[in-house]
């Protein structure tokens, strides 16, 4: 493996957040000494059109994800809990042209 | 010399002095722009781009500010690809071999610290569509002042070869940063109409900065008073320069009654 | 052994057109056939912009040297995008970027062309870009999620690309009779070549029916590779350039234009490292990576040193 080589960065996973009051979302990646260094190049790299207002960039290792054996469990019994979603709830006519 | 000196209008005086700032740029851009492909790593590829494309757009922008006040139906293009070494008014410092990765981040940090309280200046200038354009750079400029800068402290306290290295450059382009602060005629008559920037009244806050950054990067601080280069903004350069000129203008000049924008 | 109901299942995802995630079980031959495939697309993209890179310091005006410039940046940042993707397969880019320095991994063999005239940077937008838009937003949609991904931002980025070679390329077409020359030259020696970007026919393509049974690609060499003639064609008449093949022809039957036998000898020739640029392509790529060792081995050892600076403090 590469890791023990004194010359390769580390990966960064980089956030954007692409107007105030817009959540981060998921750029893509880079490489990066240290947190500023990453920063500077999630710069350079994700926003070099304007595209974005700020940035978080956070080490890659440091992401923890769900699995896909982990689908069933975290996601399905919401499917069942209609109650969750506005559309299980019927709203007067009129109100609905209003708004 | 027993030339008398002819008095400067307004025209002349604003004129050379956009494009001592617009050379600058240019050259110091076009150094920047040779690293295109060849960065020590992919990321600082894009960050140098960047920083190249941020001073040659400076430099267009600034050329077309010349052309207008000029009034001689010159375009942006005339002054980057017609006039020849001795009508360059370029630091040296910008005009220098781009060198290793340690020289280019040196010199574009003194180059951008300087730029950075010169356009603090210049954006308050009494003449609005040069100040609004100033005001405008001035926040690439701090971006490049923070990316050199940060480079500077690894590269100093880094490991050894890294140290050498960079201390070694800054020795190298020690001699040119007296030129930085060179004033004449054209300064003088662009403070009086309150559109230019004195800048022996940010001398010592930039030696503070570049002072600071040095020792926190665990160099040494060359000699402020050694030897330093001049003539400059009077047209004298090193050789750097006439070849610099020959690759960037040769198409345009072969061509020159082709259209290429 | 991957047990034949893991691999119908993931079949049966594919062709519900579901998009298979770096975590999701997958083939080990679609994970490694995904590694080959977007690590010589990313390598593209950097060897790439040496042939237009040579042309930043001689752009012969401000404005086509910052649109060169922006434009070999996005290659930069592409090559990024496509390494990051890669890497979701649990590969480091340092060793990708071993395999073609130092190894066998390839890149389009389009770039060991010479970029021998300012023409030619005009042409390489119009066709060589043009070409891999053909390509990419096939990519766009492939099954693997990080590399669909990827290649929609490529798009997105990319379509100035094309954009300003063909503007340049019209401006010289209807210039100075040098610039005429100069344009119709370049065209002439960039047509086979950007033909020939899209790989070998399908009949000599041994990857090309599992790539598409997995929907890596969705469509074959010789399909993206029609429609990018057909599309040429009517734009070369629009600026008067003329196409050097005598064989192009409207086919009313298959509402194709057909043209002449590719000359894949010059391809596998250049494809074996004989192109006029090869070896200097590697040798400039070398150089940059080992130019560049001192100064990522120093922003570690920063990077460690501040660390423990910070440990030692609290």
Redesign the interface.
Same mark, same amino acid.
């Given at each position: 493996m590469t890791d023990n080589n004194n010359d390769n960065w580390p990966l960064w996973e980089v956030f954007t957040q692409p107007k105030s009051g817009k959540p981060h979302e998921h750029a893509g990646s880079v490489h990066a000494a240290d947190k500023e260094m990453a920063l500077q190049n999630a710069r350079d790299t994700y926003a070099r059109r304007n595209e974005g207002v700020s940035i978080w960039v956070v080490k890659s290792k440091h992401i923890t994800a769900s699995t896909p054996e982990d689908m069933g469990p975290f996601f399905d019994p919401a499917n069942d809990k209609p109650y969750r979603h506005p559309q299980f709830y019927s709203v007067p006519r009129a109100v609905k042209k209003r708004s | 010399m027993t030339t008398e000196t002819k008095e400067l209008t307004k025209q002349e005086a604003f004129l050379a002095y956009l494009l001592r700032l617009a050379d600058d740029r240019?050259i110091l851009g076009?150094r920047m722009?040779?690293w295109?492909?060849?960065?020590?790593?992919?990321?600082?590829?894009?960050?140098m781009?960047?920083m190249?494309?941020d001073l040659?757009?400076h430099?267009?922008a600034l050329?077309e500010y010349a052309a207008e006040i000029e009034d001689e139906g010159h375009d942006?293009?005339y002054f980057? #690809?017609f006039r020849d070494d001795r009508e360059f008014t370029n630091l040296q410092l910008c005009e220098l071999p781009k060198g290793? @990765?340690?020289f280019t981040i040196a010199r574009q940090f003194l180059f951008s610290a300087f730029s950075y309280f010169q356009y603090e200046r210049l954006k308050d200038a009494n003449d609005e569509q040069f100040a609004g354009m100033m005001n405008k750079h001035l926040k690439e400029i701090k971006?490049h002042l923070?990316?050199s800068r940060?480079w500077v402290?690894?590269?100093g306290?880094?490991?050894e070869?890294?140290h050498e290295?960079i201390q070694e450059s800054f020795d190298e382009l020690w001699m040119y940063i007296g030129e930085l602060f060179y004033m004449d005629e054209v300064d003088e008559f662009m403070i009086k109409e309150g559109l230019g920037v004195d800048s022996s009244e940010f001398k010592k806050e930039w030696k503070k900065l570049v002072e600071d950054t040095l020792t926190e990067a665990t160099l040494t601080v060359p000699d402020w008073d050694q030897f330093m280069m001049s003539g400059s903004r009077k047209g004298i350069h090193t050789e750097h320069l006439g070849h610099l000129l020959a690759?960037?203008q @040769?198409?345009?000049r072969s #061509?020159p009654?082709?259209?290429?924008? | 052994m991957e047990n034949q109901e893991k691999l119908d299942e993931f079949q049966a995802r594919i062709d519900a057109g579901e998009k298979i995630e770096p975590k999701d079980w997958m083939p080990e031959r679609y994970r490694q056939q995904l590694i080959r495939m977007m690590s010589q697309h990313a390598h593209s993209e950097i060897v790439g912009m040496l042939p237009e890179g040579n042309w930043i310091e001689r752009a012969p005006s401000l404005k086509r040297k910052l649109v060169l410039l922006a434009k070999v940046q996005d290659e930069a940042g592409h090559g990024l995008y496509l390494y990051s993707a890669t890497e979701t397969l649990g590969i480091d880019r340092s060793e990708l970027v071993d395999q073609y320095l130092y190894g066998s991994a390839k890149y389009s063999s389009i770039f060991n062309y010479p970029t021998m005239t300012y023409a030619d940077i005009c042409a390489i937008g119009w066709l060589v870009d043009g070409a891999a838009i053909v390509n990419q937003t096939m990519l766009a949609r492939s099954s693997y999620g990080p590399y669909s991904r990827a290649n929609v931002r490529i798009c997105k980025e990319e379509s100035f690309h094309k954009k300003q070679g063909y503007e340049m390329l019209a401006k010289m077409a209807d210039g100075t009779p040098e610039q005429q020359k100069m344009a119709q030259d370049s065209v002439n020696r960039w047509w086979w070549p950007s033909l020939m970007m899209f790989g070998p026919h399908d009949s000599d393509s041994p990857n090309s029916a599992e790539l598409i049974k997995w929907q890596v690609k969705l469509k074959t060499n010789d399909e993206l590779r029609q429609h990018f003639v057909d599309r040429m064609v009517m734009e070369a008449e629009a600026i008067g350039m003329e196409l050097p093949d005598p064989d192009l022809e409207y086919n009313e039957e298959t509402g194709h234009w057909d043209f002449g036998d590719i000359p894949w000898d010059e391809f596998w020739n250049v494809v074996k490292g004989n192109g006029v640029m090869n070896r200097k392509r590697i040798k400039d790529r070398r150089a940059a990576h080992e130019n560049g060792e001192w100064v990522r081995e120093a922003a570690n050892a920063y990077a460690r040193k501040k660390k423990l600076q910070q440990e030692k403090a609290s």
């Amino acid at each position: 493996m590469t890791d023990n080589n004194n010359d390769n960065w580390p990966l960064w996973e980089v956030f954007t957040q692409p107007k105030s009051g817009k959540p981060h979302e998921h750029a893509g990646s880079v490489h990066a000494a240290d947190k500023e260094m990453a920063l500077q190049n999630a710069r350079d790299t994700y926003a070099r059109r304007n595209e974005g207002v700020s940035i978080w960039v956070v080490k890659s290792k440091h992401i923890t994800a769900s699995t896909p054996e982990d689908m069933g469990p975290f996601f399905d019994p919401a499917n069942d809990k209609p109650y969750r979603h506005p559309q299980f709830y019927s709203v007067p006519r009129a109100v609905k042209k209003r708004s | 010399m027993t030339t008398e000196t002819k008095e400067l209008t307004k025209q002349e005086a604003f004129l050379a002095y956009l494009l001592r700032l617009a050379d600058d740029r240019l050259i110091l851009g076009q150094r920047m722009s040779e690293w295109c492909g060849h960065g020590p790593q992919l990321e600082e590829d894009l960050a140098m781009a960047n920083m190249a494309l941020d001073l040659i757009g400076h430099a267009t922008a600034l050329y077309e500010y010349a052309a207008e006040i000029e009034d001689e139906g010159h375009d942006e293009d005339y002054f980057a #690809y017609f006039r020849d070494d001795r009508e360059f008014t370029n630091l040296q410092l910008c005009e220098l071999p781009k060198g290793d @990765f340690g020289f280019t981040i040196a010199r574009q940090f003194l180059f951008s610290a300087f730029s950075y309280f010169q356009y603090e200046r210049l954006k308050d200038a009494n003449d609005e569509q040069f100040a609004g354009m100033m005001n405008k750079h001035l926040k690439e400029i701090k971006y490049h002042l923070r990316h050199s800068r940060e480079w500077v402290l690894r590269l100093g306290d880094g490991t050894e070869e890294s140290h050498e290295r960079i201390q070694e450059s800054f020795d190298e382009l020690w001699m040119y940063i007296g030129e930085l602060f060179y004033m004449d005629e054209v300064d003088e008559f662009m403070i009086k109409e309150g559109l230019g920037v004195d800048s022996s009244e940010f001398k010592k806050e930039w030696k503070k900065l570049v002072e600071d950054t040095l020792t926190e990067a665990t160099l040494t601080v060359p000699d402020w008073d050694q030897f330093m280069m001049s003539g400059s903004r009077k047209g004298i350069h090193t050789e750097h320069l006439g070849h610099l000129l020959a690759q960037m203008q @040769f198409l345009r000049r072969s #061509y020159p009654d082709a259209e290429w924008k | 052994m991957e047990n034949q109901e893991k691999l119908d299942e993931f079949q049966a995802r594919i062709d519900a057109g579901e998009k298979i995630e770096p975590k999701d079980w997958m083939p080990e031959r679609y994970r490694q056939q995904l590694i080959r495939m977007m690590s010589q697309h990313a390598h593209s993209e950097i060897v790439g912009m040496l042939p237009e890179g040579n042309w930043i310091e001689r752009a012969p005006s401000l404005k086509r040297k910052l649109v060169l410039l922006a434009k070999v940046q996005d290659e930069a940042g592409h090559g990024l995008y496509l390494y990051s993707a890669t890497e979701t397969l649990g590969i480091d880019r340092s060793e990708l970027v071993d395999q073609y320095l130092y190894g066998s991994a390839k890149y389009s063999s389009i770039f060991n062309y010479p970029t021998m005239t300012y023409a030619d940077i005009c042409a390489i937008g119009w066709l060589v870009d043009g070409a891999a838009i053909v390509n990419q937003t096939m990519l766009a949609r492939s099954s693997y999620g990080p590399y669909s991904r990827a290649n929609v931002r490529i798009c997105k980025e990319e379509s100035f690309h094309k954009k300003q070679g063909y503007e340049m390329l019209a401006k010289m077409a209807d210039g100075t009779p040098e610039q005429q020359k100069m344009a119709q030259d370049s065209v002439n020696r960039w047509w086979w070549p950007s033909l020939m970007m899209f790989g070998p026919h399908d009949s000599d393509s041994p990857n090309s029916a599992e790539l598409i049974k997995w929907q890596v690609k969705l469509k074959t060499n010789d399909e993206l590779r029609q429609h990018f003639v057909d599309r040429m064609v009517m734009e070369a008449e629009a600026i008067g350039m003329e196409l050097p093949d005598p064989d192009l022809e409207y086919n009313e039957e298959t509402g194709h234009w057909d043209f002449g036998d590719i000359p894949w000898d010059e391809f596998w020739n250049v494809v074996k490292g004989n192109g006029v640029m090869n070896r200097k392509r590697i040798k400039d790529r070398r150089a940059a990576h080992e130019n560049g060792e001192w100064v990522r081995e120093a922003a570690n050892a920063y990077a460690r040193k501040k660390k423990l600076q910070q440990e030692k403090a609290s």
